[in-house]
């Protein structure tokens, strides 16, 4: 399922690979698009949304929404 995330904190494309990382650790099947100009995160993944965003959360950035 589609879920969209807003993520501040994400500067530059190590931050886009950190976070691709951590969510494809939890989800090796999960599509990761990461907007850092508008810190929208779009991920396709079976896995519940608390459980992406403390991935995403565990690698030192806000999720906002
Ligand atoms: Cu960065």
Do not use: N
């Not at 989800?27 to 991920?43: C, M, N």
């Not at 459980?51 to 690698?59: E, F, G």
Request: glycine fraction near 4%.
């Amino acid at each position: 399922m589609q879920q969209v995330f807003t993520v501040q904190g994400m500067s530059c494309g190590h931050c886009v690979k950190a976070v691709t990382q951590a969510v494809q650790q939890l989800d090796p099947q999960a599509q990761v698009q990461v907007d850092l100009e508008t810190q929208r995160v779009e991920v396709q993944s079976v896995q519940p949304r608390e459980a992406i965003a403390a991935a995403i959360a565990d690698q030192g950035y806000f999720v906002a929404a």
